[in-house]
C-alpha cells in the first residue's frame, strides 16, 4: 500500500485532473504535450526537445522497468540522451511502483526526485489526451497546495534552444573527416550515431560561429522550443550555405535549414510525438516508421525554388524533410537516430557521411 500524496494538474482552460504524487513534490508549470510511444521513457524524459514541457504518457502503465545507472563514455550519457531530466513533469494513468529489468538501478520515482520533477499517476490519460487533440497543445501546471501555488509558463515565448544548448566547444572522436554539430539541445545518440562513422563531431553552441573553423560537414542537432528565436544560428546556416560542403539537420535542425533558406514555420496543433510515425520519402514508393517530437514544422508552399521536400508525413501531409536541389544539403523532422524508437531512418547519418 502506497500512500502516495494528492496532486493536482491544472490547464489553462481551468480543467482540473486529481492524481497523486510519485516524484518530487514540487510544483512546475509548461506546456503539456502527449507522447503515444510505448517505451522509452528513459530516453524520452532526457531527450533535452521536451524542455519547458509537461509530457502526458498515453501508454497505460510507466515505470516497470526502472530507471539505469547515469555512467557516460567520453562525455556521452550510455543510456541517457542529456546530462539529465528535460521536462518540466511527467503524467502517467498506472505507475509502478515495483521495477525489474537486467539494466535497472532505481525507480523512476527515485530518478524524478532526484532532478527535482514530478511526476502523477492515476490521471485518465486518455481523456487529457482528447482535450488535448481537440483544443491543442495548452499551458498547464502541476500543484500540491492549491491552484496559486505557481503560475502559468508558455515556453514557447522563451528561447529554450539558448538553454538546452552546450556552453562551450566540446570535441569528441579522432576521426579524419570532421563534423560541426550545432547543438539546439543535441539528443546524445546522434553524438553516438555520428562517432559510430568514424568522423571527429566538434559540438559547438546554438549561436557560435562555426564558419571560423575548419571542417568537412555540418551537422544541426535537435533542440526544443520556438526555432523563431534562433535567427543567430540561421545567420550562421546561411553563410555556410554559400559553399558547397555537405549540411544535414535533424528536427530543429530541419527547421533552421528550412528558414536559412527562406521557408516558414508554423506550430502544429498538438505535434508529434510517438515512434510510429509514418512518413513517405518524396518521388518514391519507400514509407518508413519514425520517431518523433516536434511541435513545430516548415510550411512546404514557403519552400522557394532552389528546394524541394524530401519527406511527407502521410498522416497530415506535413513536412519531414526537405533537399536542395543542386548542394548536398539535406534534413529530416524525425529522428533518425532514434533512442527510443524504430531505427528504419538510420541511413540518413550514412547518406550524409558519404557526402563528406
Same mark, same amino acid.
Given at each position: 500500500m502506497h500512500l502516495d500524496k494528492p496532486v493536482q494538474l491544472i490547464l489553462d482552460d481551468g480543467t482540473v485532473f486529481e492524481g497523486k504524487s510519485f516524484g518530487s513534490e514540487t510544483a512546475k508549470a509548461g506546456e503539456v504535450v502527449f507522447s503515444t510511444a510505448?517505451?522509452?521513457?528513459?530516453?524520452?524524459?532526457?531527450?533535452?526537445?521536451?524542455?519547458?514541457?509537461?509530457?502526458?504518457?498515453?501508454?497505460?502503465? #510507466?515505470?516497470?522497468?526502472?530507471?539505469? $545507472?547515469?555512467?557516460?563514455?567520453?562525455? +556521452?550519457?550510455?543510456?541517457?540522451? =542529456?546530462? *539529465?531530466?528535460?521536462?518540466?513533469?511527467?503524467?502517467?494513468?498506472?505507475?509502478?511502483?515495483?521495477?525489474?529489468?537486467?539494466?535497472?538501478?532505481?525507480?523512476?520515482?527515485?530518478?524524478?526526485?532526484?532532478?527535482? #520533477?514530478?511526476?502523477?499517476?492515476?490521471? $485518465?490519460?486518455?481523456?487529457?489526451?482528447? +482535450?488535448?487533440?481537440?483544443?491543442? =497543445?495548452? *499551458?498547464?501546471?502541476?500543484?500540491?497546495?492549491?491552484?496559486?501555488?505557481?503560475?502559468?509558463?508558455d515556453p514557447n515565448i522563451e528561447n529554450q534552444v539558448a538553454i538546452a544548448s552546450c556552453k562551450e566547444v566540446l570535441t569528441y572522436g579522432n576521426g579524419e573527416k570532421k563534423v560541426v554539430l550545432v547543438d539546439c539541445g543535441v539528443k546524445h545518440n546522434i553524438i553516438r550515431s555520428l562517432l559510430k562513422r568514424n568522423v571527429t563531431v566538434i559540438r559547438v553552441p546554438?549561436?557560435?560561429?562555426?564558419?571560423?573553423?575548419?571542417?568537412?560537414?555540418?551537422?544541426?542537432?535537435?533542440?526544443?522550443?520556438?526555432?523563431?528565436?534562433c535567427e543567430e544560428t540561421v545567420k550562421n546556416i546561411r553563410k555556410a550555405m554559400e559553399g558547397s560542403k555537405p549540411i544535414c539537420g535533424i528536427c530543429?535542425?530541419?527547421?533552421?535549414?528550412?528558414?536559412?533558406?527562406?521557408?516558414?514555420?508554423?506550430?502544429?496543433?498538438?505535434?508529434?510525438?510517438?515512434?510510429?510515425?509514418?512518413?513517405?520519402?518524396?518521388?518514391?514508393?519507400?514509407?518508413?516508421?519514425?520517431?518523433?517530437?516536434?511541435?513545430?514544422?516548415?510550411?512546404?508552399?514557403?519552400?522557394?525554388a532552389e528546394w524541394e521536400p524530401l519527406f511527407i508525413n502521410l498522416n497530415d501531409g506535413t513536412n519531414e524533410g526537405i533537399k536542395h536541389k543542386t548542394k548536398p544539403f539535406f534534413s529530416a523532422q524525425f529522428h533518425p537516430e532514434a533512442c527510443s524508437g524504430p531505427t528504419d531512418t538510420a541511413f540518413i547519418f550514412?547518406?550524409?557521411?558519404?557526402?563528406?
Open positions: 510505448m517505451v522509452g521513457y528513459t530516453e524520452s524524459l532526457t531527450d533535452p526537445s521536451y524542455l519547458g514541457q509537461i509530457l502526458v504518457v498515453t501508454f497505460p502503465l #510507466v515505470g516497470n522497468y526502472g530507471v539505469p $545507472d547515469d555512467t557516460s563514455t567520453d562525455g +556521452i550519457s550510455d543510456f541517457y540522451e =542529456s546530462e *539529465k531530466v528535460q521536462v518540466s513533469g511527467l503524467i502517467v494513468s498506472d505507475y509502478s511502483h515495483e521495477y525489474s529489468h537486467w539494466n535497472a538501478k532505481k525507480s523512476l520515482g527515485d530518478w524524478l526526485k532526484e532532478h527535482d #520533477v514530478p511526476g502523477i499517476y492515476g490521471i $485518465d490519460t486518455r481523456e487529457l489526451t482528447k +482535450i488535448l487533440r481537440e483544443k491543442g =497543445s495548452m *499551458k498547464g501546471k502541476i500543484v500540491f497546495k492549491g491552484a496559486n501555488e505557481i503560475e502559468f509558463y546554438w549561436d557560435y560561429d562555426f564558419n571560423q573553423l575548419e571542417w568537412d560537414g555540418l551537422f544541426i542537432s535537435n533542440g526544443p522550443g520556438n526555432p523563431d528565436f530543429m535542425g530541419n527547421q533552421l535549414l528550412s528558414k536559412a533558406g527562406g521557408a516558414t514555420i508554423y506550430k502544429l496543433k498538438y505535434g508529434h510525438r510517438s515512434h510510429n510515425q509514418p512518413v513517405k520519402m518524396v518521388d518514391s514508393t519507400q514509407c518508413f516508421i519514425t520517431s518523433q517530437n516536434h511541435g513545430y514544422a516548415v510550411a512546404n508552399a514557403s519552400l522557394s550514412d547518406l550524409f557521411i558519404e557526402k563528406l
